[in-house]
């Protein structure tokens, strides 16, 4: 998939054609397509939290520095989000302000021929980024925390797209777990099912976002980027179509105090059944409540736990180039 070099705008990629749609293209921005081109490291950043997870101004900063980690690890980081119909996988400037100042939808996979065949735009989540990366020929991809299960989802059904999109995706995403909003023993049971193989990075346990320790222990645990680089080579020597979770907890020490937790948890989740929050705003309602609750802790420590992961998919994601070239080498 070499990308076609045009010297007037962001080069062009065309992944081959599906069903009968047509071929799609997508717009790489220049570093992130010399990146591909030649085989170095890539991370690919969902743009959700940008525009739904995080409260302004402190979103656009963060999305800045996410980016930078990366850069400073020698990883190109690539931001994904679509605008006015076209899929961008890496963001300039302008971009990137318009998914942190816009009032730009949340795009999940199921919004984006949606957004293609009207020229719309949407900051998208896990499983829309996920998508995206994949067709880009990105493998590694950094989030704060998945979607999963939600608490009542026994009568309302929510669960999210992401959990489906991991099942049908292979790309490596690195998460600290999925957030205490959610039903997370549920959320461990729909990833088996659905095939997802899980790694604790250096832990046992699975996290809970902002909490080290969900409680909920894990089967597998790895020591190192390069132990996660052997797995997916495993996953792809066997062809497999899923994903594998990377499950990166905050040390103790950086956690969200579990007494402040669990009081502004308990208050979030019952302003939301009050006001009958429902379908795609439950998530990012309940993230603000937390950060109100909390009186901005939860975002001191969301920032952290972003921070984290991004650090370590970066050297996944270089792990993983290095194997690569390894291939070619030998
Ligand atoms: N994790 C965060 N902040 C976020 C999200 C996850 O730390 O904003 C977003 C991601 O984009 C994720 C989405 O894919 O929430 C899940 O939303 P839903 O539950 O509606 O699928
Ligand atoms: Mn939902």
């Known amino acids: 998939m070499a990308p076609e070099q045009r010297t007037d705008a962001a ?9 009968h749609g047509g071929s799609i293209e997508m717009t790489l921005s220049p570093p992130v397509a010399e990146a591909l081109a030649g085989g170095r490291p890539v991370v690919a950043l969902e743009s959700t939290i940008i525009s ?5 101004p402190q979103n656009l900063e963060a999305a800045h520095h996410f980016e930078q980690v990366l850069r400073d690890q020698g990883v190109t980081p690539a931001t994904i989000a679509v605008l006015d119909g076209q899929l961008h996988i890496g963001l300039d400037e302008d971009a990137l302000k318009r998914v942190a100042t816009d009032d730009i939808t949340k795009a999940s996979v199921r919004d984006l021929p949606m957004l293609i065949a009207t020229g719309g735009s949407g900051a998208t989540t896990v499983a829309a980024t996920a998508h995206l ?14 979607g999963g299960v939600h608490r009542l989802a026994s009568s309302t059904y929510d669960e999210s797209a992401d959990l489906m999109t991991l ?5 490596t995403v690195v998460s600290a777990g999925v957030k205490s909003i959610l039903d997370i023993g549920a959320t461990l049971e729909r990833l088996e099912t659905l095939g997802v193989t899980v790694l604790g990075y250096r832990t046992s346990r699975f996290p809970a976002f902002w909490l080290t320790d969900s409680g909920h222990d894990l089967d597998w645990r790895v020591e190192s980027g390069h132990q996660v680089v052997e797995v997916m080579a495993a996953g792809d020597a066997l062809t497999r179509t899923q994903a594998v979770l990377v499950a990166n907890p905050l040390a103790i020490d950086q956690q969200l105090d579990p007494e402040v937790h669990d009081s502004a948890l308990d208050a979030a989740l019952a302003a939301a059944r009050d006001q009958g929050v429902r379908g795609k705003q439950v998530t990012p309602f309940l993230l603000s409540e937390m950060v109100q609750a909390t009186g901005g802790r939860s975002l001191d420590v969301n920032l952290q736990i972003v921070r984290n992961n991004v650090a370590l998919a970066g050297e996944i994601a270089r792990a993983w180039a290095e194997r690569e070239q390894h291939m070619q080498d030998t």
């Open 167 to 171: 099942a049908q995706t292979p790309i």
């Open 52 to 56: 739904h997870g995080l409260p302004r």
């Open 11 to 19: 080069p062009v990629v065309r992944p081959p054609a599906v069903g």
């Open 133 to 146: 990366a994949r067709l880009a020929g990105i493998r590694v991809f950094a989030t704060g925390g998945l």
